[in-house]
C-alpha cells in the first residue's frame, strides 16, 4: 500500500470560479489544510474534452441520474425523468456549454486523504444543500430546481474527483506525467514526519 500522503486529486475551478475571482480563496483553503500543490494550469477546454472528462467513469452517468432522484425522492419532488440515463443525458449537454464558457484552472492537489479531504471542503454537489463552511456552501447558491428548470448545469464554482480511481483517470486526462511535480513542502516534515523534533536550533 503507497502511503497515504501520496495520493493525488484532480481539481478544475469552473469558469464561475475564475470569473468571480474566486481562484486565489480557493487554493488557499486547500493549502491552509496542508495539502501540496502539484501542478496547476489555465486552460479554455471544448466541449470534447469535457464530454471524454465526464464519462471517464463508465458509471458516471447512472450514478449522477440515481443522485438527482434521490435528491427529488429526499425533497417530495418530481425528478426530471425516472430514467438516470435520460436526466444525465440533459445535464451533460448543459455541463459541456458551462464548462467552455471561458477559462478554467486544473490543479493536481496531494497529500494525505486528498481525494475524500476536498470531496470534505468543497462541499456536495448542490450548492443550495452544501454545509456551511465548505467551498459551494459558502460562495454560490444555485439549486437542481433553479438549474433544470433554467435548462442549465449546475453552478457549483469546483470539479474535484469523487474517488482515487476516479482521481486517477482524471489526472491523466487534464496533465501529461511531466506537469505533474514531486517535490517536498517544509511543513510536511510536521505533518508525517515520524521523527520530528522541534527543540534542535
Ligand atoms: P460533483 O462530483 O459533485 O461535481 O457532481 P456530479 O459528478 O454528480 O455532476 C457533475 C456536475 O454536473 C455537477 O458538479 C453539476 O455542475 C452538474 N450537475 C449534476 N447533477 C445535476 C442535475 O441534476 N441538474 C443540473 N442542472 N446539473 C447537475
Ligand atoms: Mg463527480
Known amino acids: 500500500m503507497p502511503h497515504p500522503k501520496t495520493e493525488r486529486t484532480l481539481i478544475i475551478i469552473k469558469p464561475d470560479g475564475v470569473q468571480r475571482s474566486l481562484i486565489g480563496e480557493i487554493i488557499r483553503r486547500f493549502e491552509r489544510v496542508g495539502l501540496k500543490l502539484c501542478a496547476i494550469k489555465m486552460v479554455t477546454p471544448d466541449e470534447k474534452f469535457v464530454e471524454a472528462h465526464y464519462t471517464l467513469d ?51 492537489w496531494q497529500g494525505a486523504h486528498a481525494v475524500e479531504l476536498i470531496r470534505k471542503l468543497v462541499g456536495s454537489t448542490e450548492p443550495r444543500s452544501s454545509d456551511v463552511g465548505t467551498i459551494r456552501g459558502d460562495y454560490v447558491l444555485d439549486s437542481y430546481n433553479m438549474a433544470d428548470d433554467d435548462g442549465r448545469a449546475i453552478r457549483n464554482l469546483i470539479h474535484a474527483s469523487g474517488s482515487v480511481k476516479e482521481a486517477e483517470a482524471e489526472l491523466k486526462h487534464w496533465f501529461l506525467p511531466e506537469e505533474i511535480h514531486k517535490y517536498s513542502l517544509v511543513q510536511e516534515k510536521i505533518l508525517y514526519d515520524v521523527n520530528f523534533d522541534g527543540r534542535k536550533e
Do not use: C, F
Open 58 to 108: 463508465p458509471d458516471w452517468r447512472r450514478i449522477t441520474g440515481e443522485k438527482r432522484i434521490q435528491k427529488a425522492r429526499e425533497r417530495g419532488e418530481e425528478p426530471p425523468s425516472q430514467d438516470p440515463y435520460e436526466i444525465t443525458a440533459v445535464i451533460l449537454e448543459n455541463l459541456k456549454k458551462y464548462l467552455t464558457a471561458g477559462p478554467v484552472i486544473a490543479m493536481a
